[in-house]
């Protein structure tokens, strides 16, 4: 989903900026139950190393909360099985640094 058309939106119910590799992240939205990853107007995924960016970016989104989703592969790593989900979800506010 474009950002422009997530803008206008009443309310969304989160902001999701996914934890990748190396401190880069990517942002998705849930939006009436359905989970969107957001683009700019030329279908490229938002990203960056610097978080703060994409919530400047993402600041005329009225969501009602923001969280840091990451996955980890240390299951794997230490010989453990394989999960299928070991997300984890952390509250992030808005303090409005950028």
Not at 6 to 18: D, G, Q, R
């Amino acid at each position: 989903m474009k950002l422009s058309k997530l803008e206008k939106y009443f309310e969304v119910e989160k902001l999701v900026f996914h934890s990748l590799e190396c401190a880069l992240y990517n942002v998705s939205a849930v939006v009436e139950g359905q989970e969107y990853m957001i683009t700019d107007e030329k279908n490229q995924r938002l990203k960056s190393h610097n978080i703060l960016l994409l919530q400047r970016q993402c600041e005329r989104v009225k969501a009602k909360k923001h969280v840091v989703r990451q996955s980890s592969a240390y299951d794997e790593m230490v010989g453990g099985p394989i999960k299928v989900n070991n997300e984890m979800e952390v509250s992030l506010g808005d303090n409005k640094l950028y």
